[in-house]
């Protein structure tokens, strides 16, 4: 199959599509038709994942600018709220609530055999997503410009409110859009969906938040896609665990440089505190350590002067004064 297929001229991820739905198909075939699955066991091609593209604000701004009014608050619907084309295609003027800063994501365009269906998201789950303020106030004058009273129309739309597809979007406003805004062309309308996370990632967003924002099936699936784009997590990590081991040699230092002698009555010259390191003999006390108690020698006391805390300034890595 997978020859026949890659003879066909089909790509990696549709000899992979084709391979998800034929598997189950068959596999429900099993109990009553066939002997064995054919399909299982069946090797198909790794899918190359492509380069991802992201734009920073400015270049989001940029390329709005230069679309049609009509799709201009698309690309922030893209860049910002992060759906993907058929997500953003099936949007229903009923699932945007302006006045609560609402936009609910529960179902998805796509065309099959040059007809729009409409159905279930990716994942079969819908989401809700906290617009923020300057979207509510796009979405609402795109709405009030562009859009019926019908509840049930489309907010993104061909003129005339049917749906739009995917090849004339790309043909007759993408491409047109990036030349005059001066991005790659190699830029796609899913690398706006890049975008949102890039952007939620450089605001300090945890990866748990991002998945249920962008409708991902896993955290995994996040971390597998967008994991290289959180280098400061490594490095967070690295100077809290350094700097716990400089705080224990603090308290190591301390705790040793302990100054012992007899009482200040009976104090001699010789004995006094003015002198910068006494000659006294080891009490038994150790480092302290997290979690313990010092443990002292169960020798009779000493008469002992107070413990005096030693300041100790220490130089961060790379630090030369």
């Not at 701004?61 to 690309?75: G, W």
């Not at 099959?112 to 004058?141: C, H, S, W």
């Not at 890049?194 to 962008?214: D, Q």
Request: net charge positive; hydrophobic share 40%; glycine share 8%.
């Amino acid at each position: 199959m997978d020859h026949q297929l890659k003879a066909s001229g089909l790509s990696p991820a549709r000899i992979r599509q084709a391979h998800q739905v034929l598997h189950p198909v068959m596999k429900a075939a099993v109990r009553d038709y066939v002997a064995r699955n054919p399909a299982a066991g069946v090797s198909v091609p790794r899918q190359r994942r492509r380069e991802q593209l992201f734009l920073n604000p400015g270049e989001v701004d940029r390329l709005a600018a230069v679309t049609p009014e009509r799709f201009r608050a698309l690309m922030y619907v893209f860049a910002c709220g992060g759906l993907r084309w058929g997500e953003a295609a099936a949007l229903r003027k009923r699932r945007v609530d302006v006045l609560r800063g609402r936009l609910e994501v529960a179902e998805s365009l796509s065309e099959a055999r040059g007809q729009m269906v409409f159905g279930p998201t990716k994942n079969y789950r819908g989401r809700i997503l906290v617009m923020p303020g300057f979207m509510r106030e796009m979405l609402n004058d795109h709405i009030v410009s562009f859009k019926g009273l019908d509840p049930e129309g489309l907010v993104f739309s061909v003129p005339g409110g049917t749906p739009m597809r995917n090849s004339n979007f790309s043909r007759r406003v993408w491409k047109p859009a990036i030349s005059d805004a001066g991005l790659p062309e190699s830029l796609r309308v899913h690398d706006l969906r890049h975008t949102a996370v890039a952007l939620l990632i450089n605001r300090g967003a945890h990866p748990e938040a991002i998945k249920r924002y962008m409708g991902h099936s896993s955290i995994a699936v996040t971390m597998d896609i967008y994991g290289h784009l959180f280098p400061s997590a490594a490095e967070d990590l690295a100077d809290a665990l350094d700097e716990l081991y400089r705080q224990s040699q603090t308290d190591k230092i301390r705790t040793k440089l302990t100054i012992v002698g007899p009482d200040d009555d009976q104090a001699g010259p010789g004995n006094r505190t003015d002198q910068a390191f006494p000659n006294v003999g080891p009490v038994g006390i150790e480092p302290t350590t997290f979690g313990l108690k010092v443990r002292t020698d169960p020798s009779p006391p000493i008469p002992r002067r107070p413990i005096l805390p030693l300041v100790v300034g220490f130089s961060r890595r790379g630090d030369t004064g």
